[in-house]
């Protein structure tokens, strides 16, 4: 088990290094089926923080604080409502259409050259706004954040280094509210321990990486992995 953990780790580790994010998208389905949900998720945020900071340190120079503070502002907004609205609303309706929305937009961005550019400062708040509700409802901060950044045209290290700006500070929260609730129990440390060399490969093997992918290319990865987000959110 041992063995799986940190091989789950440095491939989910890798993913985020070179496109910024999906993290989250490798690692809890698969870490979930072997630890359990309630080990997964504290785990998933006690390795992103780590990781997101060290991306943002990596990329420091490109990154723009205007959105990545707009978004979280929203944000900070939107997790509180996320989770009193929780019982509102029903679950499976709302992920299948997020789901059907994000797949329907990275098809349609594979197929047109060049999508419109959101010029407008408001629409941070949107997304961000959008991204807290998930994250607080279903620990779903993702995928608003990521749509956005691709209407920016954000040159791949700017993309990068502003979700890792918007990342921290919500990951933050959500280890936050894991520890007001007592989560973190030996088996979640247990687990981190076991994910170390995992998380410290894939970044090292991350950082070479992206070296060697261009701008296009880059492109076309951040909208198949969106469609992977999708398709895992309306499954």
């Known amino acids: 088990m041992d063995i799986a953990i940190a091989v789950i780790v440095f491939f989910a580790v890798l993913t985020q290094s070179v496109t910024g994010f999906g993290l989250a998208l490798v ?54 409502i996320g989770i009193l609205g929780l019982k509102y609303v029903n679950e499976r309706i709302v992920l299948t ?85 007592q989560h973190y129990t030996p088996a979640v440390w247990a687990a981190w321990r076991t994910a170390l060399p995992g998380l410290g490969l894939g970044l090292v093997v991350g950082l070479l990486v992206e070296k060697y992918i261009n701008p296009a290319a880059f492109r076309r990865i951040v909208l198949w992995l969106l469609i992977a987000m999708g398709l895992r959110l309306f499954l």
């Open 27 to 80: 690692a809890m389905g698969l870490l979930s089926r072997t630890l359990g949900v309630q080990t997964t998720a504290p785990l998933i945020a006690l390795i992103a923080v780590p990781l997101e900071l060290a991306l943002l340190v990596r990329h420091r120079q490109a990154v723009r604080w205007r959105p990545v503070w707009r978004l979280s502002l929203a944000a900070l907004v939107g997790i509180p």
């Open 97 to 181: 259409i997020l789901g059907l929305v994000i797949v329907a937009y990275a098809v349609y961005a594979l197929r047109v050259p060049r999508l419109p550019e959101l010029r407008w400062p408001g629409w941070a708040f949107g997304f961000g706004f959008l991204s807290g509700l998930l994250g607080g409802a279903y620990n779903t901060a993702g995928p608003p954040a990521v749509v956005y950044g691709n209407t920016q045209r954000w040159e791949p290290a700017e993309f990068k280094s502003n979700l890792q700006g918007f990342f921290l500070i919500h990951d933050a929260m959500v280890i936050t509210g894991h520890a007001w609730s």
